[in-house]
């Protein structure tokens, strides 16, 4: 494992918050105050504050047992009423919870009165069918309402739901399914992207085909695309069963530790790892971070995360922060640039939108196109802009500001993972002076260190590997069903000390800088991939003898899958046409996979360069892929095998 300490050039500028948005910020110093004083007293006081708990809490963390945390562990709470009902009870009814907008141009103004009762009745639709606390269910829809009223309804019944974005293929789906042996599959027939329906009901039928666990009982199908779908005797249509179920429902409080949710994401191995969330710990950080850290004033913002609720950011600040907080928010069901290039510009001027979450691979490919698209549009509502996924490069974050905020707002950029379950790094808007390109500080109640190797603290200004040093309310529990990968993965290199598998350097500041994965995992416009997976997927093609896959350089998503692959002999005389097998094995990956996946280049070689006990030595392919000169290949077993790969992808 090596540390990447090379860094963009040292970034000078700074801006400090206007006096105004200051007085008026949600987040003051009195915050880091409380939690330098007393830590886990400052997380139960926000747990009680931000949260309506039906059994109040007295115990706050038992890390009696490391790394298995838990959080408030005797309160109970549902998380439903939380993000619901409660906001109902307070008058608040009829806001406007979600402004939808579908990507053809229909839309829909749910408020939270709209939105509980919908739940009530899913969550009677979900109990009619079988599923009882503790069970899962795994959720493929577009982005669409029901995806929410879905989690929301799976949570007030104490079942743990499995968000699987809407992208990915059967083969990822049914992995999903038997892993968490889920018993119900909520989707729809398809949803739109870039100005078509894509089928997600085939993919679910599929899926269930090649499920080798046998789990599940029934299919909840809502209707969006209109396109022709099979059906099955376990089928059920959303719109025969929760539209027409009782509005009425008591929701029972569950123990803080009570799961909430698996969310699979991509590790150093091939086996994509299904991370577990619980209740309150989870809550009171998702609430924490999206209150303090968007500013947000519910009665007065509109605010739009424009993440899929397939990944982790949509979980927490699409679904589980801002309606806990009582937000007014955009859900927007497809692509920036459908039908045209100013959509995203469109539906910010429509809803006076306030607060814009989104991803630097947004940002960077919104640039390209420049700035004459956002400016045929009014965005002065906006007040403030936070960026996600990756480190954002000065020049991206400079651009944001000016061009999409006006040239005065706070940019927040947060650093925080899937594990981690919220931002845990991030400036505060109206109190922390602004660095482009720097994540910044961790966030009050969250301690942050950088180490390096053999785990002692880095001095000064260095660069290192980022580490949680002390338990966090919405830290993950577990790895489903695989407690020894857990504390493998995490635990073992910095005993009770989390390992994030990002580098990081402080600057003389104390500002944070992330330097990207220090494993072997890739971020491809946000998107955590693994190498080793997706070189499974390669070798597991008929022609391919080995793979080795690489995460290049790239201009518009920060990091591109870029494969080198040896066919088989018995293939590789009768494969002439090099494009063709690439193009078919980019083809298989993004099918196997999902798209998101599909190496932006295969090239087929006939070697790999490997250290002489057989490791492949990817740094140089990576030297390669990103057209660099290829550093130092003395441990190569054979040193001229890099020369006769380069020719032959020239
Ligand atoms: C990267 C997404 C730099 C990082 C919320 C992390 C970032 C991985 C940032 C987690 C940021 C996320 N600056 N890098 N602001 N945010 N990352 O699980 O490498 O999809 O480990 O969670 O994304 O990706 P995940």
Known sequence: MTVQIDHALEEIRRFRPSPEFAANAVADTSLAEAAEADRLGFWADQSRELLTWSKPF?????????PFAKWFEDGELNVAVNCLDRHVEAGNGDRVA???????????DITYAELTDEVKRAANVLTELGVGSGDRVAIYLPMIPEAVVSMLAVARIGAIHSVVFGGFSADSLASRIDDAEASLVITADGGYRKGKVFPLKPVVDEAITKSVAGSVRNVLVVRRGENEVAWNDHDLWWHDTVGTASNEHEAAGFEAEHPLFILYTSGTTGKPKGILHTSGGYLTQAAFTHRNVFDLHPET??????????????????????????????LYEGTPDTPHPGRWWEIIEQYKVSILYTAPTAIRSFMKLGRQIPHEFNLRSLRLLGSVGE????????WYRHVIGGGSIPVVDTWWQTETGAIMISALPGITDLKPGSAQVAIPGISIDILSDDGTSVEGEGG???????????????????????????????GDKYFAGDGARRDADGDIWLLGRVDDVMNVSGHRLSTAEIESSLVAHPWTAEAAVVGAADETTGQAVVAFVILKASQAERVTDVQAASDELRKHVATQIGAIARPRQVFIVNEL????????MRRLL?????????????????????????????
């Open 301 to 330: 913002d509109v605010y739009w995360c424009t993440a899929d609720v397939g990944w982790i950011t949509g979980h927490s600040y699409v679904v589980y922060g801002p309606l806990a907080n009582g937000a007014t928010q955009v």
């Open 391 to 398: 480190p954002i490069n000065p020049e991206a974050w400079i």
């Open 98 to 108: 979600l402004h939808w907008v579908g990507e053809p141009g229909d839309t829909r």
């Open 622 to 650: 990576r030297d390669l892929a990103e057209g660099r000169d290829i550093g130092d290949t003395t441990t190569l077993a054979d040193t001229s095998i890099m020369q006769t790969i380069s020719d032959q992808v020239k």
């Open 58 to 66: 007295t115990k706050t963390l038992d890390w009696s047992n490391p």
């Open 609 to 616: 360069p490997k250290t002489r006990s057989g490791k492949i």
């Open 464 to 494: 290192g590997l980022l580490v949680v040093t002390e338990p966090w309310p919405s830290m993950l529990r577990g790895i489903w069903g695989d407690p020894e990968r857990f504390k493998e993965t995490y635990w073992e290199k910095f």
